[in-house]
């Protein structure tokens, strides 16, 4: 029997990701009636692109749409031009040339999982904050917040009990997204959000200010998605694994979920692919030599959504090919460098963007695991000599062809 009446919800609580919720019973009501649902979905412009990490945070709103609610999507302009705080650091404010530049990535990027042409919206909440008058915002905004509850939040708490500052900029963030939440019930009729476990006192925020001005708000979040070893889901070994195929090939991308560690195989499936839960299921029982059908599983899943179809079918035949002998070698990933001159061979490969360190370059070469033109690499002190084309091989499945680039 169904936990809930909304389908949204029994689909994500399947799926391990429903965490919190403000009012789980109003939301299940809300969301199982005639009126139509729109939520939001928030995320900092602080780069000009995603990766596979964004993908698992703003999974809530990618099933959203599939049962037919209405997406929003807002990017934090105005907290991003005056530089909004990052658990324990400060960034940096940006131009409004670097803002418009990553707006258009992160647009580029959303739409291959949202049609912003018809269902879904991206909006900017610097278009809003951009004329709104100190004096009025404290009058209509900050009269509704109290020092003691902003003070409780965890995320204060955290950098005040390390003894690290915090910018009046960066207390008042709370004020500037709860407002986010009015504005979009406001003008869009957007009475539910979703997030990150983490942003939970930011939200509670908005729904309390709602409440206070007489609206019903609703705030549901994820859990923090880490992988086995406690690291975010979608990040390599410090290198992203980005969502635009100009930065991370389609066989890459394919290739990273082919190997990611059998124990957080389950969990990808559940959030990277759109498999029905009872075959996710059937997958995650699979033991041995038979865990790889479930990992080829998820890596053509993952890029189909990502890539689509034809993308994620080239990349299984590429993989295939590869590591049965017989490559197709045109579809293998390529780097370009400028190479004046013979090089040591750990300076190479970092060079060619191989390895996040040297010490773990130095340690794949000492463990015999890189090759270099399919000879085994045997010395940390070896040197790679020109040529036009360098295959370079990291492991058993990471492969690489190093082109010098003209200079």
């Known amino acids: 029997m169904a936990k809930y009446k909304s389908e949204f919800l029994n689909e994500i609580d ?4 429903l965490y919190q919720c403000t009012d789980i019973e109003g939301l299940d009501a809300r969301l199982s009636g005639k009126k139509q649902a729109i939520a939001y979905w928030g995320t900092d412009p602080t780069a000009d ?17 599939k049962f037919g609610g209405s997406p929003v999507i807002l990017v934090g302009g105005a907290t991003g031009m005056i530089g909004d705080n990052d658990q324990m650091t400060e960034r940096p404010p940006m131009d409004e040339e670097t803002l418009a530049k990553n707006v258009a990535g992160i647009k580029r990027d959303l739409s291959r999982f949202f049609d912003f042409k018809k269902s879904a919206k991206l909006v900017n909440n610097y278009d809003w904050f951009k004329n709104v008058k100190y004096m009025e915002f404290l009058r209509d905004v900050g009269r509704h917040f109290t020092i003691n509850e902003m003070l409780s939040k965890d995320s204060v708490k955290a950098r005040l009990e390390a003894g690290l500052p915090m910018t009046y900029k960066e207390f008042s963030y709370s004020l500037f ?3 986010d939440f009015v504005h979009l019930y406001r ?13 939970w ?8 200010l709602g409440r206070k001005l007489g609206m019903k708000l609703f705030g549901l979040s994820n859990p923090l998605v880490l992988d086995s070893k406690g690291q975010k889901l979608g990040k390599s070994a410090g290198n992203a694994v980005w969502l635009d195929p100009a930065r991370t090939s389609d066989f890459d991308y394919y290739q990273y979920f082919r190997n990611v560690d059998d124990a957080d195989v389950g969990k990808m499936l559940k959030i990277y692919t759109d498999l029905p839960i009872d075959e996710i299921r059937r997958l995650e029982k699979l033991q041995g030599s038979e865990i790889n059908d479930a990992k080829k599983t998820l890596a053509f899943e993952a890029t189909k959504i990502c890539r689509g179809e034809k993308s994620a079918v080239a990349a299984a035949e590429t993989a295939s090919s590869i590591f049965s002998g017989g490559a197709d070698m045109a579809a ?16 190479f490969v970092m060079l060619a963007g191989m390895f996040p360190s040297k010490s773990e370059a130095r340690r794949t070469i000492e463990q015999g695991g890189l090759q270099i033109d399919g000879r085994k690499v045997e010395s940390i002190d070896e040197v790679v000599g020109q040529a036009d084309e ?12 190093v082109r010098l680039a003209a200079s």
């Open 14 to 17: 399947a799926r391990g990701m």
């Open 49 to 65: 692109a995603l990766h596979a990490g964004h993908l698992a945070s703003f999974y809530l709103m990618r099933v959203f749409a």
């Open 177 to 179: 997204q709860a407002y």
């Open 187 to 199: 003008e869009l009729g957007c009475d539910i959000q979703f997030f990150g476990s983490d942003q």
């Open 201 to 208: 006192g930011n939200v509670v925020a908005g729904t309390s």
């Open 332 to 347: 293998i990933p390529v780097a370009r460098i400028r190479m004046s001159a013979a090089m040591n061979v750990v300076e």
């Open 390 to 401: 360098i295959m370079v091989q990291k492991g058993k499945k990471v492969f690489l062809k």
